[in-house]
């Protein structure tokens, strides 16, 4: 048998979760994922701790622990969701060993009502580093404005970070810079570089969906054939900046310093369309030194019939370009998707959350009071 995933790896891919649950680690899924289908890290988000903390029987022991302490709904999500994530930082650990540190990492995001806070982003994100109290860990904060000088901030204290909602070469840009300004002020603050780990999280299938929307209402032939390009074409200018920065004397001098380079990591690569292939944002998006994080379903889809052609992004530059050029030709404001985008985005976050405020104050309601499902503690 063909062993796709493995393949994809070896192309200097790595394959990464985007999920994570209480489920998981009991069961021991987790682990096989990592053994058998090549995983070597996790990322999660609030929506995909929504979804998991709704399954209340999996966290009835420390909810009831918890309503016993009488801690606030915020402090009992921090914990559950640090107890989630510490305890899948050490099924990890052989892939944080293995890669000398680069892979095996796991991801916890900060609040994302704080997305426009750099002050609450870095007291957060702090606190997070030191409650998780995992090597491989990193902390998730998004490429808002008031995010990039709280990544700067965070970096310099020597904790990685996984840089989430980024949608726009533009601010991909901004966010390399501010991780190399990071690393210049964690090496003058004495900390060893290379224990310091970082990802950029490009989001690739949101991008299609809110362009071709915008291509379907323009309704022209030449709109029409745009759609389904702008978000990998936007992916792999993404990688063109990566290898442009990552190639400058600045970085150079960071990397003598034992640093290890900022990694594009795609993410959204769940297709949205089904008219896509299911495995599209993968086969699309192969180039070394990347990772490529994505639901289960698509893990399995590239398993049973992905294929690996290569790098696909390196020769394509000037295709990217083109695309780029023939959708601003059509009217697509390309600006205006990337501020839409990121304020969604920050958004469904901050929906997730206030999900998951609600969902686990009822929890742990329904704990003290003996019930058994929340809805009886009603």
């Not at 991008?207 to 323009?218: F, G, H, W, Y």
């Not at 990552?246 to 001098?253: E, I, L, N, S």
């Not at 599209?280 to 052609?309: C, K, Q, W």
């Amino acid at each position: 048998m063909t062993d796709r995933l493995a393949e994809l790896s070896a192309q200097g891919v790595a394959v990464w979760l985007d999920d994570l649950s209480r489920v998981r680690l009991t069961s021991g899924s987790l682990d096989k994922l990592r053994t058998e289908q090549h995983v070597v890290g996790v990322t999660t988000n609030p929506s995909i701790f929504q979804k998991a903390l709704s399954d209340a029987d999996a966290y009835d022991e420390q909810l009831r622990d918890l309503a016993a302490q009488g801690v606030t709904v915020e402090e009992a999500i921090r914990l559950m969701t640090a107890k989630d994530v510490r305890w899948a930082a050490d099924v990890f650990r052989p892939a944080y060993d293995a890669s000398n540190g680069v892979d095996g990492r796991i991801s916890i995001e900060v609040d994302p009502r704080k997305a426009h806070e750099t002050e609450s982003t870095v007291a957060e994100a702090k606190t997070l580093w030191w409650l998780v109290d995992r090597p491989n860990l990193y902390i998730k904060i998004p490429a808002t404005l008031a995010g990039l000088p709280a990544i700067t901030r965070v970096l310099a204290e020597g904790i990685s970070v996984n840089v989430t909602l980024i949608f726009s070469v533009e601010r991909y840009r901004a966010v390399m810079d501010a991780f190399l300004a990071g690393l210049e002020q964690a090496k003058a603050n004495g900390h060893d570089l290379s224990k310091i780990g970082s990802v950029a999280s490009f989001f690739v299938s949101r991008v299609d969906t809110e362009i071709d929307k915008r291509l379907d209402k323009t309704g022209s032939d030449e709109a029409k054939a745009l759609k389904g390009k702008a978000a990998i074409a936007n992916a792999r200018l993404a990688y063109e900046a990566y290898t442009e920065v990552f190639g400058t004397d600045r970085w150079k001098a960071l990397e003598s310093a034992g640093a290890h380079p900022q990694r594009p990591l795609w993410a959204s690569t769940g297709t949205k369309n089904p008219d896509f292939l299911d495995t599209i944002y993968v086969e699309e998006l192969i180039a070394p030194g990347t990772v490529n994080t994505m639901p289960e379903s698509v893990i399995f889809a590239y398993e049973d019939h992905g294929t690996t052609r290569g790098d696909t992004i390196t020769g394509a530059y000037a295709d990217a370009h083109k695309v780029f050029s023939d959708l601003e030709a059509v009217g697509v404001d390309l600006a205006d998707v990337f501020t839409v985008l990121e304020d969604e985005g920050v958004e469904k976050f901050e929906a997730s959350w206030k999900e998951l405020l609600e969902g686990v104050a009822k929890s742990l309601k329904a704990a003290s009071s003996g019930a058994k499902n929340p809805s009886d503690a009603a």
